[in-house]
Antibody, heavy 121, light 106 residues
Framework: QVQLQESGPGLVKPSETLSLTCTVS????????WIWVRQPAGKSLEWIGR???????NYNPSLKSRVTMSVDTSKNQFSLKLSSVTAADAAVYYC???????????????WGQGTLVTVAS | DIQMTQSPSSLSASVGDRVTITCQASPGINKYLNWYQQKPGKAPKLLIYDVSNLQTGVPSRFSGSGFGTDFTLTISSLQPEDIATYYCQQYDNLPYTFGQGTKLQI
C-alpha cells in the first residue's frame, strides 16, 4: 500500500520561502508523476505543479515564478518550495501520485494527509 | 486555463435518494475528467477517472458520464457515508484545474 507523508514547517513568515517534503513509502517513486495541490480554508483545490521521477517539472502559471519542485529518488522523496509567500499562500498542502496504466495517466490515486501552512509574522 | 464549473454548489438529499452533480468544462476536455470525494479534514479520494471508470474499491452506486463539456456524477442510492464535498478535475490541459466543489448534505 503506497503511502505519502508531507513534512515541513507549519508556520512561515511573509516574504519567506515555504518548504515541504513528501515522503513516499510502500512503493517506488520511479516512473510516476508526483503532484502538489493546495486548499485554502473553505475553498476548492488548486493544482500547484507536477514533477516526474526524472526531475522534469510543470508548474501552474499562476505560481510559476515562485515555485520550485525537486525529487530525490534515493530517498523516495519529492519537495516543494514556494518563495515570497503572502497570506494568500496559507492553505493545506497535499502531495499526491498521478497514476497511469497501459492507456495512460488517469488520476491522483494516493494522497498525503495534508499539512496546514500558516503565513504570519 | 480550462474552467470547471460545478452545480449545484450545495445539495441536501435523503438516504436512498438518487443524487446528480454536474460539471461543465470550458473549453471541452474530451474524456479527461475525474471525480474526487473529500470528507472534512481528509484528503480528497479518487472516485471516478476518465469520466466513467470506477476507482478500485469505490462502491458501484457511484457512476459517471459525459463527454466534451458536460459531465455528471451520479449516486444511485445515497448512503450516510457519502456525505462529503465532491470535486471534478480535468487533466486534458495544463494547468490541471478543479471545480469549485459540491457539498452534499443529508
Amino acid at each position: 500500500q503506497v503511502q505519502l507523508q508531507e513534512s515541513g514547517p507549519g508556520l512561515v513568515k511573509p516574504s519567506e520561502t515555504l518548504s515541504l517534503t513528501c515522503t513516499v513509502s510502500g512503493g517506488s517513486i520511479n516512473n510516476f508523476y508526483w503532484i502538489w495541490v493546495r486548499q485554502p480554508a473553505g475553498k476548492s483545490l488548486e493544482w500547484i505543479g507536477r514533477i516526474y521521477s526524472t526531475g522534469s517539472t510543470n508548474y501552474n502559471p499562476s505560481l510559476k515564478s515562485r515555485v520550485t519542485m525537486s525529487v530525490d529518488t534515493s530517498k523516495n522523496q519529492f519537495s516543494l518550495k514556494l518563495s515570497s509567500v503572502t497570506a494568500a499562500d496559507a492553505a493545506v498542502y497535499y502531495c499526491a501520485r498521478f497514476n497511469h496504466d497501459s492507456s495512460g495517466y488517469y488520476g491522483f490515486d494516493y494522497w498525503g494527509q495534508g499539512t496546514l501552512v500558516t503565513v504570519a509574522s | 486555463d480550462i474552467q470547471m464549473t460545478q452545480s449545484p454548489s450545495s445539495l441536501s438529499a435523503s438516504v436512498g435518494d438518487r443524487v446528480t452533480i454536474t460539471c461543465q468544462a470550458s473549453p471541452g476536455i474530451n474524456k479527461y475528467l475525474n471525480w474526487y470525494q473529500q470528507k472534512p479534514g481528509k484528503a480528497p479520494k479518487l472516485l471516478i477517472y476518465d469520466v466513467s471508470n470506477l476507482q478500485t474499491g469505490v462502491p458501484s452506486r457511484f457512476s459517471g458520464s459525459g463527454f466534451g463539456t458536460d459531465f455528471t456524477l451520479t449516486i444511485s442510492s445515497l448512503q450516510p457515508e457519502d456525505i462529503a464535498t465532491y470535486y471534478c478535475q480535468q487533466y486534458d490541459n495544463l494547468p490541471y484545474t478543479f471545480g469549485q466543489g459540491t457539498k452534499l448534505q443529508i
